[in-house]
T-cell receptor, first 115, second 112 residues
């Protein structure tokens, strides 16, 4: 149990629709990252938010957007859904340890199916 | 763009056997991390290694980092069914906002 929660657990959408996925970070973490994990593959970095500002983005089109709120919860929005957007979407909250080491804590993910 | 290749893609063994999985990078790792992901869950960090040639042990798991910091292996001794999962290697790139670049993973099945 990492303390990172995501909702919903599963979601089915139709091509062209829009979707919002939600993440509640672990208490005390001020950074959240989102990853897309297609079936049979490793996760791919979408973007990261630090103190409500985007702080790095992977190779994803602008129809993938996000928000981070003052309580450090976060949303991932995807517009104009395509079939290839079907994947497990993971969020991870992070904290830098006093030792300098770094760990991201992942939520269980939201399984999105686009038909 | 950094590419991480993991091999084999899938491994099925009997309880009590040993196994080794590999991770190779197209460029030098900034900070190598190994994760295990179980069905229906997110990845869980197992270890972080930074120094070339470093060997870390976590109970029955042994992690080796190549001298050139471009390859790594994970060895499991006397595997148990609880070791079943997807093993992922990743590069933690602090200069890019602590972005993780993952390999494709090795799916391990330990049969009782």
């Amino acid at each position: 149990e990492t303390g990172v929660t995501q909702s919903p657990t599963h979601l089915i959408k139709t091509r062209g629709q829009q979707v919002t996925l939600r993440c509640s970070s672990q208490s005390g973490h001020n950074t959240v990252s989102w990853y897309q994990q297609a079936l049979g593959q490793g996760p791919q970095f979408i973007f990261q938010y630090y103190r409500e500002e985007e702080n790095g983005r992977g190779n994803f089109p602008p129809r993938f957007s996000g928000l981070q709120f003052p309580n450090y919860s976060s949303e991932l929005n995807v517009n104009a859904l395509e079939l290839d957007d079907s994947a497990l979407y993971l969020c991870a909250s992070s904290l830098v340890h006093t030792s300098g080491s770094y760990e991201q804590y992942f939520g269980p993910g939201t399984r999105l199916t686009v038909t | 763009t950094q590419l991480l290749e993991q091999s084999p893609q899938f491994l099925s063994i009997q309880e009590g056997e040993n196994l080794t999985v590999y991770c190779n990078s197209s460029s030098v790792f900034s900070s190598l991390q190994w994760y295990r992901q179980e069905p229906g869950e997110g990845p869980v960090l197992l270890v972080t290694v930074v120094t070339g040639g470093e060997v870390k042990k976590l109970k029955r798991l042994t992690f080796q980092f190549g001298d050139a910091r471009k390859d790594s292996s994970l060895h499991i001794t006397a595997a148990q069914p609880g070791d079943t999962g997807l093993y992922l290697c990743a590069d933690l790139i602090k200069a890019a906002g602590n972005k993780l670049t993952f390999g494709g993973g090795t799916r391990v099945l330990v049969k009782p």
